[in-house]
């Protein structure tokens, strides 16, 4: 589960770039690419800048759907 201290803004962002997901789920960045190009994880991009949702990080970590 996402660590929801108040004091760390990871915890309250609603999407992550990739490196901010590696670091909340620490996990390296060619994993997190591998799980976006075969669909076990959703983003969206915004001009050149991918997002992950938070939800979908939640929903990966705890096993569900996405």
Request: proline fraction near 5%; include cysteine; glycine fraction near 8%.
């Amino acid at each position: 589960m996402i660590n929801k201290d108040p004091k760390n803004p990871l915890a309250q962002a609603r999407a992550y770039r990739v490196r901010e997901a590696c670091a909340v789920m620490r996990i390296g960045k060619t994993k997190i690419h591998r799980m976006l190009s075969n669909g076990e994880l959703r983003s969206v991009k915004v001009g050149r800048c991918r997002l992950i949702p938070a939800d979908a990080v939640e929903a990966l970590l705890t096993g569900g759907d996405h």
